[in-house]
Every structure is written in C-alpha cells, then in structure tokens.
C-alpha cells in the first residue's frame, strides 16, 4: 500500500511562486512513476507533470508552459512540484499520484493523495 501526503498550496497573487510537496510511504518514490495532475471546479483532472521511475520527467506542455518543474529527493522520499509564474487559469486542486501504468492519464495511477488547493488571484 502507498500514502500520497501532499502539502504547500495556497492562496496566492498572480505572478507568484509555490513548491507543492507530496510525501510518500509504503514504498520508495523511486521505484514508481510519480505524477501531479489538477481539477479546477467544473473540470475534467488534467495531467500536469511526472517523474518517471528511469527519473526522466515529463510535462503536458500545453499546462507547464515551462512555468512548472517537477523533482524527487530520494532521502525524503518526497515529490515536489515547483510552479512559478502562477496564472488565475492555474487555481485547482493539485493531486499527487504513484502507479505503473500510463504516466500521462489517470487510469495509469493506482495510488492518490488527498489533493492541495491552489488558488490564484489576479
């Protein structure tokens, strides 16, 4: 069994900088693929970015438009996502999810976390 903790959301200005963490249990990051996906209200969850378990990350370019960077510390055992330049289009709730499947769709995850909300003002 995984536990996905995510922390670090917010409410913050347009323009402004997080680091969303998400803590990981039961198994080491490294050997599954890592993902954070967003739903903003009224919206399908969208893939946002993965770190794959070769460490080769992946973005949904049309989301990250090189403002987001996803990372992992093998010692903490943690996923982060660094999103900079944060747009009001960019409020939603962050989940953090772990699986071997598909890294890009969420059927590929089978373990997620509770979710962080982001919310953006302009």
């Known amino acids: 069994q995984v536990q996905l903790v995510e922390s670090g959301g917010g409410l913050v200005q347009a323009g402004g900088s997080l680091i969303l963490s998400c803590a990981v249990s039961g198994r080491t990051s490294s050997s599954v693929n890592m993902g954070w996906f967003r739903q903003a209200p009224g919206k399908e969850r969208e893939f946002v970015a993965a770190i794959r378990r070769s460490g080769v990350r992946m973005y949904n370019l049309d989301v990250v438009k090189g403002r987001f960077t996803i990372s992992r510390d093998n010692a903490k055992n943690t996923i982060y996502l660094q999103v900079t330049n944060l747009k009001p289009e960019d409020t939603a709730v962050y989940y953090c999810?772990?699986?071997?499947?598909?890294?890009?769709?969420?059927?590929?995850?089978?373990?997620w976390g509770q979710g962080t909300q982001v919310t953006v003002s302009s």
């Open positions: 999810a772990a699986g071997w499947g598909d890294y890009e769709i969420a059927n590929g995850y089978d373990y």
